[in-house]
């Protein structure tokens, strides 16, 4: 087990291993926003195969497994999630991020707001990921973060049939430091230019 709280390692025979985020969007819980999550995720072979996220903000819990798609569960009964742009909202987080990634995640938000193209949120929490996957925000931008934090939900919005990558339009994986997951593939591609842009702004 690899978790945010108590640390440790990958296995290094590459067996399979649990990701554990007990509480993401501590400030959150702390503050009494109920707004935070609670990630489980299964690493084999270097990908996510099963995921659980916990929402208290619904008293759901959400599960995926790939290939299998992902369902949100609910007083025994269950639904098939599914992403959607329809709410045109984008919710963008700098993950704690510094230096030229700070500055990077600043620009880019900017550059959200200009376009005047969605609504724009930042929730403090990974919690953004399920939201994608139940269709209830288009996107989500995470400037830093470990896959600690992000697994789970990455599988979630995938399964839920979501775009996925780093921040850079390289493939996701348990090693990157970033996520933009979008509902749809045009959409993504939308992100990933205003994230590269961001990239090349004067600073």
Not at 179 to 202: C, G, M, N, Y
Request: charged residues 25%; hydrophobic residues 40%.
């Amino acid at each position: 087990m690899v978790g945010e709280e108590r640390g440790g390692e990958p296995p290094a025979d590459g067996a399979p291993y649990w990701l554990v985020d007990p509480i993401c969007g501590t400030r959150n819980f702390a503050s009494g926003v109920p707004l935070y999550s609670i990630n489980l995720a299964l690493v084999e072979g270097g990908q996510v195969t099963a995921a659980v996220v916990g929402d208290p903000s619904t008293d759901e819990i959400q599960v995926a497994e790939r290939g299998r798609g992902a369902w949100a569960v609910k007083d025994g009964a269950r639904r098939r999630l599914r992403t959607s742009e329809e709410s045109r909202t984008i919710v963008v987080e700098d993950g704690k991020s510094s230096g030229a990634r700070r500055e990077r995640a600043a620009q880019f938000t900017a550059a959200v707001i200009r376009a005047d193209r969605w609504h724009f949120r930042s929730l403090g929490s990974t919690l953004a990921l399920s939201y994608v996957s139940a269709g209830r925000v288009s996107a989500y931008v995470l400037f830093w973060a470990s896959a600690v934090h992000t697994a789970a939900g990455t599988l979630l919005a995938t399964e839920a049939g979501g775009t996925l990558s780093d921040i850079d339009g390289r493939p996701w994986t348990v090693d990157s430091d970033s996520v933009i997951v979008s509902a749809t593939a045009d959409l993504h591609q939308e992100l990933l230019d205003l994230a590269r842009a961001a990239s090349k702004l004067p600073r």
